[in-house]
């Protein structure tokens, strides 16, 4: 099962898109996961058109994003717990949140957002994902998104790509 992981995409008018790499990639996805700050829910109107989409709510997604989707949630694939959380709060890293927020939960995996910083590492036996940003990379040289393969291993991997795709 492949997996595209984004978050923080933050188009919230209609002159700014997702990026077509990210498009293409979604095509061929049996599940598009968003980490929240969507900012409008024209986003996932797009990524809906490409397949299933499973994701939370971020700091910066107004009332009618958070009335869509909920703060937190667990989606099993393949046999496999996968944990989504934007990782907003205060006073912890923004990894620190993500795992705070499934700490009483047995998952897998946790994907979350908001630093825009893109990570794959594990925290004991939880694979922590981050895609960092398609559209809003800050101070970092490239925008991303991630792939997660679950078949009978979890494959996990950031996607660089310049902004001209």
């Given at each position: 099962m492949k997996i595209v992981v984004t978050a923080d995409t933050h188009i919230s008018n209609k002159g700014k898109?997702?990026?077509t790499c990210l498009l293409n990639e979604c095509r061929t996805a049996d599940l598009?996961?968003?980490a929240g700050d969507w900012k409008s829910l024209e986003v996932y109107n797009t990524l809906s058109s490409y397949g299933e989409v499973k994701g939370?709510?971020?700091?910066?997604d107004k009332d009618a994003v958070k009335e869509f989707f909920p703060l937190q949630q667990v989606v099993e694939v393949n046999g496999y717990k996968i944990g989504i959380v934007h990782g907003h709060g205060d006073k912890k890293t923004t990894e620190?949140?993500?795992l705070a927020a499934?700490?009483?939960k047995e998952v897998d995996v946790i994907v979350f957002g908001h630093s825009h910083i893109p990570l794959i590492r594990y925290f004991k036996?939880?694979?922590?994902?981050?895609p960092g940003s398609p559209t809003d990379k800050r101070k970092l040289p490239y925008y991303s998104y991630g792939i997660l393969e679950m078949e009978e291993r979890i494959r996990a991997e950031?996607?660089?790509?310049?902004?001209?795709?």
């Open positions: 898109q997702l990026p598009i996961i968003h939370v709510y971020g700091n910066v620190k949140q993500a499934f700490y009483d036996h939880v694979l922590l994902i981050n950031i996607v660089f790509f310049d902004g001209r795709s």
